[in-house]
């Protein structure tokens, strides 16, 4: 089975709703695989102490994606590409669909603008 990249927008339904067979058989076998970026968005929420620290805890599991210079290059050219293709797109979802990339993995989420980026891209969207 292939990576997977889940999107901050999926983390929040799999949280809300507590379960996703998917992340769950994913987080099972260790494929999935954390941008730092989805980290501090997930962290910014509101949470008592001992939750933000079991939710840390929790994340300090996950193995990191595009922590380095060269992903970070990645993309830039990611978002210069599309935005010639007429697709603009943040810099945050950009680093997380260039981290799907990186590792060839699968992405997971909600978030629309990820569709028109795998419509131009090798980017591969999982769909539940």
């Not at 509101?46 to 990645?74: T, V, Y």
């Not at 799907?100 to 992405?107: E, G, H, P």
């Not at 989420?109 to 419509?119: C, T, Y």
């Amino acid at each position: 089975m292939s990576a997977l990249v889940v999107d901050t927008s999926s983390w929040v339904t799999y949280f809300a709703h507590t379960s996703s067979s998917v992340i769950d058989e994913a987080l099972a076998e260790g494929r999935v695989y954390l941008p730092p970026i989805v980290a501090a968005e997930l962290l910014s929420g509101k949470m008592n102490a001992r939750q933000r620290a079991q939710f840390e805890s929790f994340l300090f599991d996950l193995p990191l994606c595009g922590h380095d210079l060269e992903h970070w290059m990645r993309v830039g050219r990611l978002r210069a590409h599309l935005f010639l293709k007429g697709i603009s797109v943040s810099t945050p979802d950009a680093h997380v669909a260039q981290c799907a990339i990186d590792l060839n993995a699968d992405l997971l989420s909600e978030d629309h603008v990820f569709f028109k980026v795998a419509e131009k891209t090798a980017l591969r969207l999982l769909r539940v």
